[in-house]
């Protein structure tokens, strides 16, 4: 794999990293030799990147349409420049935050990440964190401790001329390091396709429970791929592996969704992909895509502050309001009473500006379609929770469900089926769960999830879904190879 590096002028780089190609913004851009060539080149942009659509960002824009891969995607520059910080906000980086700077004196603190490392040796784990969530080579990150608790103010992306001049030989080195690891772990083609299982024993809402998991790791096996788990705090190794799948709670603002950005950045296979997560764990967006391609939902409300008072009128008692996040059946609530209804709403008004509401259809069990690679893999009945009205009942320290039946996709009403793969495929190619509820003359889509559960005795698909991991490993590889 070729590794340029781009620079307004190739001045701005004074220093020589073995096996690293200089060239100007302007060469790249324009020059033939490379939008024709370097097909699996690496880019590592360091050019200035504050002016909105300026060369910085179309380094790395052209670097994607060609088929590179630039540090940093032209994305991370967009929303920097529009402040919007994304998964640096997010509560697990938060965390992380006030860890690292829990013993800090002062209160304000700028903390720098040259390709992960930082110059100072003083905060190598936010550098980490840092470099991990952005794939930036150089960054600037400013910090503040307000009422006792630390946050993120302000970061920036660095080029080569913000590079003092005593750490120039540092910034080379870490250079130098990182390209080394990537080489080391550069996918051969003649070796066996290699699949990370990213799992949490952590979970208390695991999508697969641990015989699943062995299962997965047989049939794979089986197949002539090798498995590995690979656990929260092992990013950095994600691009050993020739395919990612995430078998842990998945979110935007969870650490699963930083996997799935970094494993589709370095070609990976990927379930579940960033777009299939970031569609999916928002009932909003979801609840909109089904409604504009025609697919049956249940009779529905976009709920704002202002129209609170429609719910009753439109949708009757009682009825069900989601939280636009929510999963496992979590931030789902029963409303039967205007009371209630108050109570629900401003709670979830605190966490998001828009909530869904739709009219109860009470059934004794749910359906399940699970689709991958745009094809019906398994059905399952969920049926509730004895004494509840959904497949988990959760009490203080107990949680029971109903029973499971699965069955083959023969012995599914045909519309179940159809409905199920139409929603699914309306979202993308990867794993979805879709739940339904089948009435006398309907069947309404319910939610399509990403990351649906695959447990073992329920949903037994090993050999299926590692069939379909092994295929399109090797159609990549094909794709890729020189």
Same mark, same amino acid.
């Given at each position: 794999?070729?590794?340029?590096?781009?620079?307004?002028?190739?001045?701005?780089?004074?220093?020589?990293?073995?096996?690293?190609?200089?060239?100007?913004?302007?060469?790249?851009?324009?020059?033939?030799?490379?939008?024709?060539?370097?097909?699996?080149?690496?880019?590592?942009?360091?050019?200035?990147?504050?002016?909105?659509?300026?060369?910085?960002?179309?380094?790395?824009?052209?670097?994607?349409?060609?088929?590179?891969?630039?540090?940093?995607?032209?994305?991370?520059?967009?929303?920097?420049?529009?402040?919007?910080?994304?998964?640096?906000?997010?509560?697990?980086?938060?965390?992380?935050?006030?860890?690292?700077?829990?013993?800090?004196?002062?209160?304000?603190?700028?903390?720098?990440?040259?390709?992960?490392?930082?110059?100072?040796?003083?905060?190598?784990?936010?550098?980490?964190?840092?470099?991990?969530?952005?794939?930036?080579?150089?960054?600037?990150?400013?910090?503040?401790?307000?009422?006792?608790?630390?946050?993120?103010?302000?970061?920036?992306?660095?080029?080569?001329?913000?590079?003092?001049?005593?750490?120039?030989?540092?910034?080379?080195?870490?250079?130098?390091?990182?390209?080394?690891?990537?080489?080391?772990?550069?996918?051969?083609?003649?070796?066996?396709?290699?699949?990370?299982?990213?799992?949490?024993?952590?979970?208390?809402?695991?999508?697969?429970?641990?015989?699943?998991?062995?299962?997965?790791?047989?049939?794979?096996?089986?197949?002539?791929?090798?498995?590995?788990?690979?656990?929260?705090?092992?990013?950095?190794?994600?691009?050993?592996?020739?395919?990612?799948?995430?078998?842990?709670?998945?979110?935007?603002?969870?650490?699963?969704?930083?996997?799935?950005?970094?494993?589709?950045?370095?070609?990976?296979?990927?379930?579940?992909?960033?777009?299939?997560?970031?569609?999916?764990?928002?009932?909003?967006?979801?609840?909109?895509?089904?409604?504009?391609?025609?697919?049956?939902?249940?009779?529905?409300?976009?709920?704002?502050?202002?129209?609170?008072?429609? =719910? $009753?009128?439109?949708? !009757? *008692?009682?009825?069900?309001?989601?939280?636009? &996040? #929510?999963?496992?059946?979590?931030?789902?609530?029963?409303?039967?009473?205007?009371?209630?209804?108050?109570?629900?709403?401003?709670?979830?008004?605190?966490?998001?500006?828009?909530?869904?509401?739709?009219?109860?259809?009470?059934?004794?069990?749910?359906?399940?379609?699970?689709?991958?690679?745009?094809?019906?893999?398994?059905?399952?009945?969920?049926?509730?929770?004895?004494?509840?009205?959904?497949?988990?009942?959760?009490?203080?320290?107990?949680?029971?469900?109903?029973?499971?039946?699965?069955?083959?996709?023969?012995?599914?009403?045909? =519309? $179940?089926?159809?409905? !199920? *793969?139409?929603?699914?495929?309306?979202?993308? &190619? #990867?794993?979805?769960?879709?739940?339904?509820?089948?009435?006398?003359?309907?069947?309404?889509?319910?939610?399509?999830?990403?990351?649906?559960?695959?447990?073992?005795?329920?949903?037994?698909?090993?050999?299926?879904?590692?069939?379909?991991?092994?295929?399109?490993?090797?159609?990549?590889?094909?794709?890729?190879?020189?």
């Amino acid at each position: 794999m070729n590794a340029i590096l781009v620079v307004n002028h190739e001045r701005d780089w004074p220093v020589e990293v073995p096996g690293l190609i200089v060239v100007s913004a302007r060469k790249y851009l324009s020059g033939a030799a490379y939008s024709e060539n370097h097909h699996r080149a690496r880019v590592f942009n360091l050019c200035r990147t504050e002016r909105y659509q300026g060369r910085g960002y179309y380094v790395s824009l052209l670097a994607e349409a060609r088929g590179h891969r630039p540090m940093p995607e032209a994305k991370t520059i967009s929303d920097l420049q529009a402040d919007q910080l994304g998964n640096l906000r997010s509560s697990g980086f938060r965390e992380q935050i006030q860890r690292a700077l829990a013993g800090n004196v002062e209160d304000k603190i700028v903390i720098e990440a040259y390709f992960g490392r930082d110059p100072l040796r003083l905060n190598d784990s936010l550098s980490q964190q840092l470099f991990g969530i952005l794939r930036a080579p150089l960054i600037s990150a400013s910090f503040a401790r307000h009422d006792g608790e630390w946050s993120l103010t302000h970061v920036q992306l660095l080029g080569a001329t913000d590079i003092a001049a005593d750490r120039r030989l540092f910034v080379a080195q870490t250079a130098t390091e990182f390209m080394a690891r990537s080489r080391v772990r550069i996918r051969d083609v003649g070796q066996d396709p290699s699949l990370a299982i990213l799992y949490n024993n952590d979970e208390p809402n695991p999508p697969s429970n641990e015989q699943a998991l062995e299962r997965f790791c047989s049939a794979a096996q089986a197949l002539g791929m090798r498995t590995e788990f690979l656990r929260r705090t092992e990013i950095e190794r994600v691009s050993e592996f020739d395919a990612l799948f995430i078998r842990d709670t998945t979110g935007v603002s969870n650490y699963t969704y930083q996997f799935a950005r970094r494993a589709a950045a370095e070609g990976l296979v990927v379930v579940d992909d960033p777009d299939s997560i970031l569609k999916c764990t928002n009932k909003v967006y979801v609840n909109e895509l089904l409604i504009r391609h025609r697919v049956a939902v249940p009779k529905t409300l976009m709920v704002h502050r202002d129209n609170v008072d429609q =719910i $009753v009128t439109v949708l !009757g *008692l009682p009825c069900v309001i989601k939280q636009p &996040d #929510g999963a496992f059946s979590l931030g789902v609530s029963k409303i039967e009473s205007s009371d209630q209804l108050r109570s629900c709403v401003d709670k979830l008004f605190a966490k998001s500006d828009l909530l869904i509401a739709q009219e109860w259809l009470p059934t004794a069990f749910d359906w399940r379609v699970g689709v991958y690679d745009r094809r019906p893999l398994y059905v399952c009945k969920y049926f509730m929770a004895p004494g509840h009205w959904q497949v988990i009942k959760r009490e203080a320290g107990c949680q029971s469900e109903g029973l499971t039946q699965a069955l083959s996709i023969g012995e599914t009403p045909e =519309i $179940v089926v159809k409905t !199920g *793969l139409r929603a699914a495929n309306l979202i993308g &190619d #990867g794993l979805y769960g879709v739940d339904l509820k089948e009435t006398a003359d309907q069947c309404y889509v319910m939610e399509v999830n990403d990351n649906p559960n695959v447990d073992a005795g329920k949903e037994d698909v090993y050999r299926e879904l590692m069939g379909v991991f092994l295929r399109r490993i090797r159609e990549r590889k094909r794709a890729t190879s020189p």
